[in-house]
């Protein structure tokens, strides 16, 4: 049977309100669990997958050579009902991310759905002597090539998932539902509770609590994190601390790139939301809901702002605009740790990334 040509569609305005996450990636990159929507969908209905998306964004992601027989909201959540939903031609009764905290707050559910996707009919690695297991032994997945030692898991409240590849290092305790992506790494020493995704070639330590790293970010060390969505090539300094509570436990606002303010989120928790090849150095301080764009290196004492653009430098003490130059520079050393490039097609984008950060400046 030939495989099907879909289209993924990215909304302005829910692109829009996915900044800083989707300056660098069309929405259904996004990572949700322990799969992104795209990989959700490529799961579910196979096919021959292409975006429409921002034109910037198009050389990387670009659109389908042949006419698509579905054309699908790339903010829908696939699930095997939405999917059938499709397969009928009838609307999808469908979830989806509509926020930047809906990344964080959907994670958990997700992590629970594609463990079921990915694990069912196989079978795990087992799990060494060493470790200590509390809850149900099948609701927890060891890929091959994961090393697991002296650590506690537990299943209790939902799944734990350790990609291929990933470490878990002895004295971490794991409270699911949890997923470590392949070669992710988890610190001695860890604690991470409920509803937080590690993601590929992530490293962790500290603390962290309903936490989505997308992929190759670090917070290696002591620190708090909580209630936050971190993008890819990040890195988080020793005893950098932000806050997920205000201390009078006021409704939380998080600022909006759509409507260039600070909205209302309904919500108490909420902590950092940090765009692609951003840093914070050690022991930073964030404030509750505090989001950085693309670029941003965060250091000094105090407390930086609650939003800062993108390609800015500094602290509480006042920022400095970061030279494309010398952000190319930074993103190609550390992108070269991993054996990545940072390709022309890349720099175009950035390009046009710090063109628009300029209106918030």
Same mark, same amino acid.
């Given at each position: 049977m030939e495989l099907p040509y879909i289209t993924l569609r990215d909304s302005e305005e829910t692109r829009l309100n996915l900044l800083p996450m989707t300056f660098t990636r069309p929405v259904p990159e996004i990572r949700l669990g322990i799969l992104t929507l795209s990989e959700k969908w490529a799961r579910l209905l196979p096919g021959h997958y292409s975006w429409a998306t921002a034109g910037y964004l198009a050389e990387k992601y670009p659109a389908g050579a042949a006419p698509s027989k579905y054309v699908i909201d790339s903010d829908i959540i696939p699930t095997p009902g939405v999917v059938a939903d499709i397969l009928r031609g009838v609307a999808p009764q469908a979830d989806r991310i509509a926020s930047?905290?809906?990344?964080?707050?959907?994670? =958990?559910? #997700?992590?629970?759905?594609?463990?079921?996707? %990915?694990? !069912? *009919?196989?079978?795990?690695?087992? +799990?060494?002597? $060493?470790?200590?297991?509390?809850?149900?032994?099948?609701?927890?997945?060891?890929?091959?090539?994961?090393?697991?030692?002296?650590?506690?898991?537990?299943?209790?409240?939902g799944p734990i998932y350790i990609g291929k590849g990933a470490e878990v290092m002895e004295g971490s305790c794991l409270r699911g539902p949890i997923a470590i992506c392949e070669h992710a790494t988890v610190n001695m020493g860890t604690r991470i509770y409920?509803?937080?995704?590690?993601?590929?070639?992530?490293?962790?330590?500290?603390?962290?609590?309903?936490?989505?790293?997308?992929?190759?970010?670090?917070?290696?060390?002591?620190?708090?994190? =909580?209630? #936050?969505?971190?993008?890819?090539?990040?890195? %988080?300094? !020793? *005893?950098?601390?932000?806050?997920? +509570?205000?201390? $009078?436990?006021?409704?939380?606002?998080?600022?909006?790139?759509?409507a260039h303010r600070f909205l209302r989120t309904g919500l108490q928790f909420c902590g950092l939301i940090m765009g692609d090849h951003s840093k914070a150095g050690i022991n930073t301080m964030f404030n509750t809901a505090t989001v950085l764009g693309v670029g941003v290196n965060i250091h000094g004492s105090g407390f930086p702002r609650n939003f800062v653009p993108s390609f800015s430098e500094g602290g509480a003490s006042g920022f400095t605009d970061v030279a494309l130059t010398k952000f190319f520079d930074i993103a190609s050393r550390m992108m070269a740790r991993r054996g990545k490039e940072l390709t022309e097609a890349d720099r175009r984008i950035f390009r046009s990334i710090y063109d628009f950060a300029e209106r918030f400046k």
């Amino acid at each position: 049977m030939e495989l099907p040509y879909i289209t993924l569609r990215d909304s302005e305005e829910t692109r829009l309100n996915l900044l800083p996450m989707t300056f660098t990636r069309p929405v259904p990159e996004i990572r949700l669990g322990i799969l992104t929507l795209s990989e959700k969908w490529a799961r579910l209905l196979p096919g021959h997958y292409s975006w429409a998306t921002a034109g910037y964004l198009a050389e990387k992601y670009p659109a389908g050579a042949a006419p698509s027989k579905y054309v699908i909201d790339s903010d829908i959540i696939p699930t095997p009902g939405v999917v059938a939903d499709i397969l009928r031609g009838v609307a999808p009764q469908a979830d989806r991310i509509a926020s930047l905290y809906d990344i964080f707050l959907k994670n =958990g559910e #997700a992590i629970e759905a594609d463990f079921r996707l %990915i694990t !069912a *009919g196989r079978r795990s690695q087992p +799990l060494p002597a $060493d470790n200590i297991l509390i809850g149900d032994a099948s609701m927890l997945f060891i890929e091959e090539g994961a090393t697991v030692e002296g650590a506690t898991l537990n299943t209790r409240r939902g799944p734990i998932y350790i990609g291929k590849g990933a470490e878990v290092m002895e004295g971490s305790c794991l409270r699911g539902p949890i997923a470590i992506c392949e070669h992710a790494t988890v610190n001695m020493g860890t604690r991470i509770y409920g509803g937080t995704t590690v993601g590929p070639w992530c490293k962790v330590g500290g603390e962290l609590n309903n936490v989505v790293m997308f992929g190759y970010s670090n917070k290696a060390h002591d620190g708090f994190l =909580g209630n #936050a969505v971190i993008g890819e090539w990040c890195n %988080i300094g !020793a *005893g950098c601390v932000a806050s997920n +509570l205000k201390n $009078d436990y006021t409704e939380i606002k998080l600022w909006n790139y759509q409507a260039h303010r600070f909205l209302r989120t309904g919500l108490q928790f909420c902590g950092l939301i940090m765009g692609d090849h951003s840093k914070a150095g050690i022991n930073t301080m964030f404030n509750t809901a505090t989001v950085l764009g693309v670029g941003v290196n965060i250091h000094g004492s105090g407390f930086p702002r609650n939003f800062v653009p993108s390609f800015s430098e500094g602290g509480a003490s006042g920022f400095t605009d970061v030279a494309l130059t010398k952000f190319f520079d930074i993103a190609s050393r550390m992108m070269a740790r991993r054996g990545k490039e940072l390709t022309e097609a890349d720099r175009r984008i950035f390009r046009s990334i710090y063109d628009f950060a300029e209106r918030f400046k």
